[in-house]
């Protein structure tokens, strides 16, 4: 189990209260790709097609590696018809002489995909800092930012042995400064001139240094103003910079990509995700980042005005945001006495002592009726979660939840985890291996109603350890896998769904279910009536996407279906009719339940449906009523399948 460190800063818990107005809108997405560079821009909704568009990158300092490479970046430079724009540096190195600089910047392959203009190569200019600015009346930039108008300042995430991290700002001010502005925000204004400027850093306070550069960073941002966009990539984090040739290995993971329209929020956002991400990995960043006091430059530049420490994160991926807080969840004491006297009109009831065995942390149960629809109120301290478990009924059964305070999460077994708020409502089918609780850092409270059935139960599973739950509620779902399960089934045994789960755990693959638009009756006769025409006819029955579902992912993907008067049932038949291109060059396999008829004409008619645009491996049919008993057999028919060549 892994050991999360709780981290709350003192300035974290003052800036959640600080700002005018409403947080700055950060985008998000775990997909480091040109499809996620994409997704990020276009989520900020400031188009800047048909202008003159500069993107301003660091070209990496020839031996370094960690720059944001043409590959990643090509598809949005170019669909923006944009120049790569950037700086020669102040310092002796493979960039500071224009043609040194060209040479690496050929080596790194960008002429490939963009004209890259060096702005400084012929002249500067300056244009004013912000007021309110201490260090700096002006800035010194390379003059051909001003040729342009729009702006994509495309940064790479990482950290920097002078200012602790760079990011936005970094890119802004540095990044656009000429060498002589570059001297300038170094030494906080004391020199313009190359040859004194390691003299005069020497004098120069840090703080002083970081304040000059969110000085410079709002000169920039005040010159663009509307027409720029800002975009920070988390990858190949080294606590060292692109501008150093020969940097420290990355310890941290990547994280994903980062966009906003306020460059503070969106810097303060990957500092957050720093001091969220494993402690051990991001334990040299870190202190890097504060013996440089590199966050001081965050709380300069806010005090600025040009932007904001206060952001809402808001994940693109379909899933929760990652979490921008660590928590250490056995460390954690709460009270609900300390909850605050209006938080929900449902009391928080009494220590849930009988089902405690069932849960992480502490859950408290208040009976609202045993009525009709016996319902509960159920109140979970921070962190807490129920174990995975299922409802069971013969008929009807499951539960529905109502939040009725504070912020949890619903997750079903292989799938992203829903983040629940007051109002949300989740319906449970019976059957279903789930869990619910609390998000790290709120208490949560929600109704239970135990939908009337027969034959009811509950089957408690394994509990939701520490890693998983923190992957659930940071959105961190993506398990990698090439392997998808996918699967309709429509009987209160859920026996193919029950063979998909199967099938999905013993091979680690996604597990996605296929719901109708409109459910067939639960009733057996009534679905029969409902379902004979539409199977007899071969005909299709509408069904819902499938929330985080991207085929492209998987190289290859299971299908499940019960058996229907010997056909698949229709709604797998839409979902294969309407994804033939997304499963181009995929293996498939088919795996049915069937009541006793067997295969029957099942797998032809997959084969059939699929036609060339995949290729089909041989069909298995399992016998619905005796499923559990054959878990062995469903084990091996998934390894064997997927390890054919
Ligand atoms: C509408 C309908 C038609 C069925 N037709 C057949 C059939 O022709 N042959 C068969 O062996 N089983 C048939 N069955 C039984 C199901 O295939 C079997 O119970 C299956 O395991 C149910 O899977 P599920 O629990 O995932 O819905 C039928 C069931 C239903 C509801």
């Given at each position: 189990m892994k050991k999360a460190l709780f981290f709350s800063t003192l300035m974290g818990i003052l800036t959640a209260f600080a700002g005018d107005g409403e947080p700055s809108n950060v985008y998000f997405t775990h997909d480091i790709s040109p499809n996620g560079l994409m997704k990020a821009y276009k989520a900020l909704n400031r188009p800047l097609e048909g202008k003159k568009v500069a993107v301003k990158i660091s070209t990496g300092e020839a031996g370094n590696n960690h720059y944001l490479h043409p590959e990643l970046i090509g598809d949005l430079v170019q669909s923006l018809k944009g120049d790569i724009v950037e700086c020669n540096t102040?310092?002796?190195?493979?960039?500071?002489k224009t043609k040194d600089h060209r040479e690496t910047i050929e080596d790194h392959g960008f002429n490939a995909i963009a004209k890259v203009v060096i702005m400084d190569e012929f002249e500067e200019t300056e244009i004013p800092t912000p007021?309110?600015?201490?260090?700096?009346?002006s800035d010194l930039i390379g003059a051909a930012l001003k040729n342009y108008d729009g702006f994509v300042i495309l940064n790479h995430f990482k950290g920097h042995q002078m200012g602790g991290f760079g990011g936005a700002l970094k890119n802004l001010s540095i990044g656009c400064g000429s060498s002589r502005g570059k001297s300038r925000i170094h030494t906080a204004g004391r020199t313009d001139d190359l040859d004194k400027m390691w003299a005069k850093i020497a004098e120069t306070p840090q703080a002083d240094f970081i304040e000059s550069m969110a000085e410079a960073a709002g000169a920039v941002v005040d010159f663009m103003g509307d027409r720029a966009v800002y975009i920070s990539v988390m990858n190949n984090?080294?606590?060292?910079?692109?501008?150093?040739?020969?940097p420290a290995k990355p310890e941290m993971a990547d994280v994903g990509i980062l966009a906003s329209l306020d460059p503070v929020a969106l810097d303060k956002a990957c500092v957050d995700l720093v001091y969220a991400s494993d402690p051990e990995k991001s334990a040299s960043l870190r202190e890097r980042m504060e013996k440089q006091l590199g966050p001081h430059i965050l709380d300069h530049a806010e005090k600025l005005g040009y932007g904001k420490k206060t952001y809402k994160l808001i994940s693109l991926d379909g899933t929760n945001p990652p979490s921008t807080k660590r928590v250490d969840i056995n460390d954690m004491k709460y009270d609900p006495k300390d909850l605050p006297e209006n938080w929900s009109p449902i009391p928080v009831g009494e220590p849930n002592d009988a089902y405690a065995q069932y849960f992480t942390g502490k859950s408290y149960l208040y009976s609202l009726?045993?009525?009709q629809v016996p319902a509960f109120g159920v109140t979970f301290e921070p962190a807490c979660r129920n174990n995975w478990h299922i409802h069971k009924a013969k008929t009807g059964g499951g539960q529905i939840l109502i939040c009725t305070a504070g912020r949890g999460f619903y997750q079903e077994w292989g799938k992203p985890a829903v983040e629940m708020t007051p109002g949300i409502t989740v319906n449970i089918p019976a059957g279903v291996k789930h869990w619910h609780g609390a998000a790290p850092d709120s208490w949560f409270q929600h109704i239970a109603l135990e939908v009337p059935g027969t034959e009811q139960s509950n089957e408690w599973l394994e509990p939701v350890d520490d890693e998983a739950y923190l992957k659930a509620v940071n959105g961190e779902n993506e398990t990698g896998s090439k392997t998808a399960v996918i699967y309709f089934s429509w009987s209160p045994d859920g026996n193919t769904r029950f063979a998909a789960e199967t099938i999905a755990k013993k091979v680690g693959a996604d597990l996605f279910e296929i719901t109708p638009e409109k459910p067939y009756s639960t009733d057996f006769k009534a679905c029969c009536d409902e379902a004979n025409p539409e199977c007899y006819g071969k005909k299709t029955r509408a069904v819902k996407p499938i929330e985080g579902?991207?085929?492209?992912?998987?190289d290859f993907v299971f299908f499940g279906t019960p058996n229907w008067w010997g056909t698949m049932a229709p709604p797998l038949r839409t979902f294969v009719k309407e994804n033939l291109d997304a499963l181009k060059g995929k293996k498939v396999c088919l795996f049915q339940t069937h009541g006793g008829g067997g295969m029957q004409r099942v797998g032809e008619e997959f084969e059939e449906e699929i036609g060339d645009a995949a290729t089909v491996l041989p069909p298995k049919a399992f016998t619905g009523a005796t499923i559990r008993e054959n878990v062995q057999a469903l084990e091996e028919f998934a390894t064997e399948r997927t390890n054919t060549k």
């Amino acid at each position: 189990m892994k050991k999360a460190l709780f981290f709350s800063t003192l300035m974290g818990i003052l800036t959640a209260f600080a700002g005018d107005g409403e947080p700055s809108n950060v985008y998000f997405t775990h997909d480091i790709s040109p499809n996620g560079l994409m997704k990020a821009y276009k989520a900020l909704n400031r188009p800047l097609e048909g202008k003159k568009v500069a993107v301003k990158i660091s070209t990496g300092e020839a031996g370094n590696n960690h720059y944001l490479h043409p590959e990643l970046i090509g598809d949005l430079v170019q669909s923006l018809k944009g120049d790569i724009v950037e700086c020669n540096t102040a310092y002796a190195g493979s960039r500071m002489k224009t043609k040194d600089h060209r040479e690496t910047i050929e080596d790194h392959g960008f002429n490939a995909i963009a004209k890259v203009v060096i702005m400084d190569e012929f002249e500067e200019t300056e244009i004013p800092t912000p007021k309110g600015s201490v260090h700096l009346k002006s800035d010194l930039i390379g003059a051909a930012l001003k040729n342009y108008d729009g702006f994509v300042i495309l940064n790479h995430f990482k950290g920097h042995q002078m200012g602790g991290f760079g990011g936005a700002l970094k890119n802004l001010s540095i990044g656009c400064g000429s060498s002589r502005g570059k001297s300038r925000i170094h030494t906080a204004g004391r020199t313009d001139d190359l040859d004194k400027m390691w003299a005069k850093i020497a004098e120069t306070p840090q703080a002083d240094f970081i304040e000059s550069m969110a000085e410079a960073a709002g000169a920039v941002v005040d010159f663009m103003g509307d027409r720029a966009v800002y975009i920070s990539v988390m990858n190949n984090i080294s606590i060292d910079c692109d501008c150093n040739g020969h940097p420290a290995k990355p310890e941290m993971a990547d994280v994903g990509i980062l966009a906003s329209l306020d460059p503070v929020a969106l810097d303060k956002a990957c500092v957050d995700l720093v001091y969220a991400s494993d402690p051990e990995k991001s334990a040299s960043l870190r202190e890097r980042m504060e013996k440089q006091l590199g966050p001081h430059i965050l709380d300069h530049a806010e005090k600025l005005g040009y932007g904001k420490k206060t952001y809402k994160l808001i994940s693109l991926d379909g899933t929760n945001p990652p979490s921008t807080k660590r928590v250490d969840i056995n460390d954690m004491k709460y009270d609900p006495k300390d909850l605050p006297e209006n938080w929900s009109p449902i009391p928080v009831g009494e220590p849930n002592d009988a089902y405690a065995q069932y849960f992480t942390g502490k859950s408290y149960l208040y009976s609202l009726t045993k009525e009709q629809v016996p319902a509960f109120g159920v109140t979970f301290e921070p962190a807490c979660r129920n174990n995975w478990h299922i409802h069971k009924a013969k008929t009807g059964g499951g539960q529905i939840l109502i939040c009725t305070a504070g912020r949890g999460f619903y997750q079903e077994w292989g799938k992203p985890a829903v983040e629940m708020t007051p109002g949300i409502t989740v319906n449970i089918p019976a059957g279903v291996k789930h869990w619910h609780g609390a998000a790290p850092d709120s208490w949560f409270q929600h109704i239970a109603l135990e939908v009337p059935g027969t034959e009811q139960s509950n089957e408690w599973l394994e509990p939701v350890d520490d890693e998983a739950y923190l992957k659930a509620v940071n959105g961190e779902n993506e398990t990698g896998s090439k392997t998808a399960v996918i699967y309709f089934s429509w009987s209160p045994d859920g026996n193919t769904r029950f063979a998909a789960e199967t099938i999905a755990k013993k091979v680690g693959a996604d597990l996605f279910e296929i719901t109708p638009e409109k459910p067939y009756s639960t009733d057996f006769k009534a679905c029969c009536d409902e379902a004979n025409p539409e199977c007899y006819g071969k005909k299709t029955r509408a069904v819902k996407p499938i929330e985080g579902l991207d085929l492209s992912k998987y190289d290859f993907v299971f299908f499940g279906t019960p058996n229907w008067w010997g056909t698949m049932a229709p709604p797998l038949r839409t979902f294969v009719k309407e994804n033939l291109d997304a499963l181009k060059g995929k293996k498939v396999c088919l795996f049915q339940t069937h009541g006793g008829g067997g295969m029957q004409r099942v797998g032809e008619e997959f084969e059939e449906e699929i036609g060339d645009a995949a290729t089909v491996l041989p069909p298995k049919a399992f016998t619905g009523a005796t499923i559990r008993e054959n878990v062995q057999a469903l084990e091996e028919f998934a390894t064997e399948r997927t390890n054919t060549k």
